[in-house]
């Protein structure tokens, strides 16, 4: 079965550069969530996509943006990159019904190293 | 705001013996969900065991059981049987049943389970 995938599954990156996360969804699901998972910490969320808009947004920096396109995958941008962004973005997606009864996919996460 | 304690930073167990890992959480939601997640070495967040709270009956999956306790707020995972294989961090994960873009999942600080030849 297709899962979710993220690319690049590997990014090393120097201080006050940007990068671009990229995620595609499980086809058919309408909803895509990013989370950051620092060093030994637990994930933390940081925004949300339903039907390509913005749906929730959490501890998410303001260098960092988001967005769905029309094809459902999503792109984070994270510009003048710091030393503590070093983490492992996972990028999970899920079918929004009626019930809300859904289950969320991960992929299998971008590492993101700043150096 | 929703909030996942699980306050075992380690845990070890022999191989073929049974493992309970603690979770307790904070929420006025009557309704939500609860998870438990394995994250080996390779960091993939794979999903153990779900459990709904509308339901009094305890989920589980082969080997992997909870003790959902709604009153106490308790969420535990045991572990039967256990396996080399089943190594890993776990996270304990609430969700709240509603939608609007509450969906997303509010995660413990997890255990990490070693086990013992």
Redesign the interface.
Known sequence: AAGVIQSPRHLIKEKRETATLKCYPIPRHD?V?W?Q?GPG?????LI?F?EKMQ??K?SIPDRFSAQQFSDYHSELNMSSLELGDSA?Y?C?S?L?DIS?????F?G??T?LTVV | AQTVTQSQPEMSVQEAETVTLSCTYDTSESDY?LFWYKQPP??????VI?Q?AYKQQNATENRFSVNFQKAAKSFSLKISDSQLGDAAMY?CAYRS??????????????TKLTVNP
Do not use: H, N
């Not at chain 1, 809300?100 to 969320?104: G, S």
């Open positions: 909803t969530y989370y998972q910490q637990d994930p933390q969320f949300s339903y749906s929730d959490g492992l996972f999970a899920s929004t809300w009864d859904t289950e969320a991960f299998q996460g590492r | 969900y390779s960091r993939q967040m794979i999903l779900r709904e996270f049943a509603w939608g609007g873009g509450s969906e997303k999942l509010v995660f413990g600080k997890g």
